[in-house]
């Protein structure tokens, strides 16, 4: 699917947090909002404009998830590529402090391999909610 300047804009409307359009660029929230369309494919249902289709709240969950992760990046590029929680590291150490993250050490198969970085934002986590809903059932040919 295109992505459109209207589906830009309902995406904003959906989530308001990004409608600055300034720190949050149409080119820059396209990118996510493609990656987003094809993370949701048939089993999704078709995008409807007017409607909340799982289709279109999955789309929109992930390019959000995308885009924050994509900001933290950057960020963290131009400090220096500072480490963010969602690294695998779990302890840092200097001197007498340290710091310790809670964060899973995927094994190959494992359901973390599943959800990838997904489970690090609150957009992320519903999208993994609704690709539940999306595999449930039978799909018709």
């Known amino acids: 699917m295109d992505i459109t300047a209207q589906i830009i804009t309902d995406f904003r409307d959906y989530y308001p947090e990004f409608a600055d359009d300034t720190a ?3 080119g820059f929230l396209t990118r996510f909002l ?3 369309d094809e993370e949701t494919g048939s089993r999704w249902g078709s995008y409807d404009d007017g409607n909340c289709s799982l289709k279109k709240r999955g789309m929109f969950s992930y390019a959000a998830h995308k885009a924050v992760v994509g ?3 950057a960020t963290a590029t131009q400090a220096g590529g500072i480490a963010s929680a969602l690294s695998r ?24 391999d ?5 489970d690090g934002t609150i957009y ?3 999208f993994l909610r609704l690709r539940i809903r999306a595999g449930m059932g039978a799909v018709v040919v």
């Open 89 to 112: 590291a779990n302890s840092k150490s200097v001197g007498d402090e340290s710091i310790g993250y809670a964060v899973s050490s995927p094994e190959s198969g494992s359901a973390q």
């Open 114 to 118: 599943q959800r990838g970085d997904l």
């Open 34 to 36: 493609c990656e987003g």
């Open 71 to 73: 900001k933290a990046a």
């Open 124 to 126: 992320g986590q519903e």
């Open 24 to 26: 949050w660029t149409e």
